[in-house]
Every structure is written in structure tokens, then in C-alpha cells.
């Protein structure tokens, strides 16, 4: 099976009072890169993150948006920093001192200076909370991964339909290549005849020009060679696996045989069939810029 590089996921965990939530989200990429937005409590799990998402994706660009709730209702206290206090009451004696102001601080004015109280959450089991997160993951990352095959699947299809009128197109420059070179030689005869009229035509003559032209306008090689990269394509696509890199690159080699097989030839009809090639080369490769 094969794998596009767009897809979605989403998992939501529920485990006693916290909560977990996972969505992902791809497009083409050249390289793997994850980009990953959750809250900062739970950023030290970054590393182990990236390292689960390994086991499910090697290309795309991957945006992963992560929420976590927590309903307990202990699950933050009131911390009281006496030294702080202390600090700020040692500043305004000395304010009084110097100033010659009445020192009329109350413990409830105190109390609202930054840091005297703060709110403070209670400790966490991490490894706790990372199975739950991973849970999370895992369940989005399946989901990511299915509708990532089934696009996959689609293009896989869709490829093989355009790889398959392909090869009708080189199946008729096949066909229509030595037939060329057959009219030329005709061609050649009635216009040295019409120009000789009853002198006997040089056949030995002749037979070089056919030559020559038939060697110029030859395109034996490169049918071959594009027919062999459109059936390694349709292989490919078989097999499956992480295939895109591939396919790029014999996507380009088919677009270089199809680019000299239309500067050869002097046939309007190849032309044609050259141009219908090129077009559907560019349209296949652009899909397998979709694959992973």
C-alpha cells in the first residue's frame, strides 16, 4: 500500500479527571517536519512526542495541536513566601524612615504585592501523565495514518489509469516510427524521379539518405527506456512502502526521454503524441509529489 502526505487525525483521551486531545494534520513535504503546539506544562515530553510520531510517519509536513485539561479540584494550592513579605515590609519602614511618612501598611495591602501569594499546582506523576498522552497520540496518529492510505489508494489508482494511457501513446510512436521513415523513403524516390525523370535513380544513393534520416529521427531507445520507467512506476505502486522520493526521480526521466523523443522527430502525428505524453508526465508527477 501506498501513503499520501495529506491527512487528518484526532484522538481524545479521558482518564479520571484529565483530559487529552490530539489533532494532526499534513501536507506535502520533501522531509519529515512536525511542528507541535501544546500547552508549556507539557513541553518536556517534546522529545518522546516526536520520537512516537517516527513510528508513524517518514514525510510531511505535520502540524500537531495538543490540549490537556485537568477537572481535579486540588489540584493547585496557595502558597504563602513569608521572605518576600518580609522583604517588601522592610522597604516600606525604610520608605516611612527616610520620607517622614506614616508607615499605615495593612497585612490585607501586603498581601496583594506580587509574589507574596502565589498559586501553585500540585506534582504530577510524569510517567502517568505521559501514557495518557501517549494514548492520545497513538489514537490520533492510527487515525492519521488510515486516512493517509486511503488518499493513498485513490492516487495509486488514479496513477496507474494515467501510467496506462501512457504507454498507449508510446505504443503508437512504436508503431509509427519505422512508417515514417518507409513515406520518407517514398517520398524521396518520387521527387528524385520527378527531377530524373527517365535516368535511372542511384539506389545506393538513396538507401544512404534513408539511412541517415532514418539514424536522425531513431527513437528506439528512448521508447524503451520510457516504456521501462512507466512500468517501474506501475511496480512501484504496487509494492508500496515510501515510495515518493522514488517516483520523483523517474518521473524526471521519463519527462527527459519524452523531451528527446519530440525533438527528433519530424512527425506531426508523433509530435502530437510526444506533446499528450509530456502533459500526462507532468500531471503524474505532480500526484507523486502527494506521496509519502
Known amino acids: 500500500m501506498i501513503k ?36 508549556k506544562k507539557l ?9 512516537e510520531l517516527k ?3 517518514q514525510r510531511g509536513k505535520v502540524d500537531i495541536f495538543i490540549t490537556y485539561e485537568d477537572f481535579s479540584e486540588n489540584n493547585v494550592s496557595v502558597k504563602y513566601n513569608k521572605e518576600t513579605a518580609a522583604t517588601y515590609l522592610q522597604y ?19 498581601s496583594r504585592y506580587p509574589e507574596v501569594f502565589s498559586m501553585e499546582e ?12 501517549q494514548h492520545a497520540i497513538k489514537g490520533a496518529a492510527e487515525g492519521f495514518v488510515e486516512s493517509r492510505i486511503k488518499e493513498g489508494e485513490n492516487l495509486k489508482a488514479d ?3 494515467k501510467l496506462d494511457g501512457m504507454l498507449e501513446h508510446v505504443d503508437f510512436i512504436t508503431e509509427r516510427s519505422p ?29 544512404m539518405e534513408v539511412t541517415i534520416f532514418a539514424d536522425k529521427v531513431c ?30 526521480f523517474i518521473a524526471q526521466e521519463m519527462n527527459r526521454e519524452a523531451n528527446t523523443t519530440l525533438s527528433k522527430t519530424t512527425d506531426m502525428e508523433i509530435s502530437n503524441r510526444a506533446i499528450e505524453l509530456k502533459t500526462e508526465i507532468e500531471k503524474v508527477r505532480e500526484q507523486i509529489q502527494n506521496i509519502e
Open 4 to 39: 499520501s502526505m495529506t491527512g487528518f487525525g484526532r484522538c481524545e483521551v479521558m482518564e479520571g479527571n484529565r483530559k487529552f486531545t490530539v489533532e494532526m494534520k499534513s501536507v506535502n513535504h520533501r522531509y519529515l517536519d512536525v511542528n507541535i503546539k501544546m500547552p
Open 43 to 51: 513541553n518536556f515530553f517534546e522529545s518522546a512526542i516526536r520520537n
Open 55 to 57: 513510528n508513524y510517519i
Open 92 to 110: 516600606l519602614k525604610q520608605m516611612a524612615e527616610d520620607f517622614g511618612l506614616e508607615n499605615d501598611i495593612r497585612v490585607s495591602a501586603l
Open 122 to 133: 500540585q506534582s504530577v506523576d510524569e510517567e502517568e501523565l505521559w501514557k495518557e498522552l
Open 159 to 161: 496513477l496507474i489509469s
Open 179 to 207: 512508417q515514417i521513415v518507409e513515406e520518407y523513403k517514398q517520398k524521396l524516390q518520387d521527387k528524385v524521379r520527378d527531377l530524373l525523370e527517365d535516368t535511372k535513380i542511384d539506389d545506393n544513393r538513396l538507401l
Open 219 to 248: 527513437v528506439d531507445e528512448e521508447l524503451v527506456r520510457l516504456r521501462s520507467h512507466i512500468e517501474a512506476t506501475k511496480n512501484a505502486l504496487i509494492e508500496g512502502g515510501s515510495i515518493g522520493r522514488k517516483l520523483d
